[in-house]
């Protein structure tokens, strides 16, 4: 599903990747842990072609990405990829409801279609009360559960997750890790995880430590 290929990443002088090498299975839950400037967020950025490597290929299921140019590249990423944030990364003067749509527009997709889809999306993740509330109305747990509909809107193949726990409570960070595991049950994407968080760590089905830049 995912091949990784002898990734390098330098910025100037500095090298953040050193020869990186993962291959990842469909349906797969693949845990990234490491230090802060081990290279973590770099690798996810790469693999969710956010950033292009100094070298190396990155290889989608059978695509290899970077050998698309920029334009193509970013349709790729808006049908193959979904993507989690720390921080949920909702546009403050839209709605649930809209900043679901949001890929779906990009797509130019019909309007009555996407709409419908985010809205079931939301419902079956329990917002359905919620889809006309701004991001301020919101608690941190509603939010991630927007940016997790957000993220499967186009229905992706892989969700990366950057610290997606990271500003969550106890209690939003176990309904977290409960609705990552029923993402892949329910709708079967392969699921990268950056985290910090030890328990969140805990659900994948393989951790993978990065220390300077090199996978242990």
């Known amino acids: 599903m995912i091949e ?12 953040v990747l050193k020869g990186v090498n993962l291959q990842v299975e469909k349906g797969e839950i693949v845990a990234i842990i490491g230090k802060s400037g081990a290279g973590k967020t770099t690798l996810l950025q ?10 190396g290929q990155v290889i989608i299921d059978g695509t290899d990405v970077f050998a698309m140019k920029d334009k193509e590249l970013a349709a790729f990423r808006n049908q193959h990829i979904g993507f989690i944030f720390q921080f949920h ?19 130019r997709e ?29 608690s941190g747990g509603e939010k991630q559960r927007v940016a997790a509909a957000r993220a499967l809107m186009m229905h ?43 328990e969140l760590a805990g659900i994948a089905d393989r951790i993978i430590e990065i220390k300077d830049g090199i996978i242990e």
């Open 89 to 107: 990364q909702l546009l403050p003067e839209f709605t649930a409801l809209e900043n679901v749509c949001i890929p779906a527009m990009i797509a």
């Open 46 to 55: 790469i693999i969710g072609t956010l950033d292009r490597p100094t070298q």
């Open 4 to 15: 990784v290929k002898n990734i390098w990443k330098s910025f100037g002088a500095l090298e």
């Open 110 to 138: 019909k309007e009555n279609e996407y709409k419908a889809r985010a809205t079931q999306l939301l419902t079956d993740l329990g917002l359905g009360d919620r889809l006309h509330h701004k991001p301020n109305a919101l």
């Open 156 to 198: 992706p193949d892989i969700i990366l997750a950057d610290e997606p726990t990271g500003s969550l409570d106890t209690q939003n960070k176990k309904e977290l890790s409960e609705l990552l595991l029923k993402l892949r049950k329910e709708y079967g994407q392969t699921i990268l995880l950056v985290t910090h968080d030890k």
